[in-house]
């Protein structure tokens, strides 16, 4: 069974950042995907960022330039860091992995862009 275990979400004005962690149970190595999508109240869930099992990576459009996707395959933790933060990134960012046809997702964690 696979574990994703996401920190690092809180409060943040405009123009602010933050850093969201994903730690996950066992290597990522052998993930077909592993990223981040988010929920924001009345609104469907969505990808905002992910790496593909190539190396390669995609963003959501409206995150492009903001934001980064990384990983350390050491801790088997995925990154997300978020920059320019804006209200309408108000939401619940929620870790992803697929493996095969299995899809696993964390417990989420609030992001808040206020003043």
């Known amino acids: 069974q696979v574990q994703l275990v996401e920190s690092g979400g809180g409060l943040v004005q405009p123009g602010g950042s933050l850093r969201l962690s994903c730690a996950a149970s066992?290597?990522?190595?052998?993930?077909?995907?592993i990223g981040w999508y988010r929920q924001a109240p009345g609104k469907q869930r969505d990808l905002v960022a992910s790496?593909?099992?190539?190396?390669?990576?995609n963003y959501a459009d409206s995150v492009k330039g903001r934001f980064t996707i990384s990983k350390d395959n050491a801790k088997n933790t995925v990154y997300l860091q978020m920059n320019s933060l804006k209200p309408e990134d108000t939401a619940v960012y929620y870790c992803?992995?697929?493996?095969?046809?299995?899809?696993?997702w964390g417990q989420g964690t609030q992001v808040t862009v206020s003043s």
């Open positions: 066992g290597s990522i190595f052998k993930f077909d995907s």
């Open positions: 992803n992995s697929w493996l095969g046809q299995l899809v696993y």
């Open positions: 790496f593909i099992n190539d190396g390669s990576t």
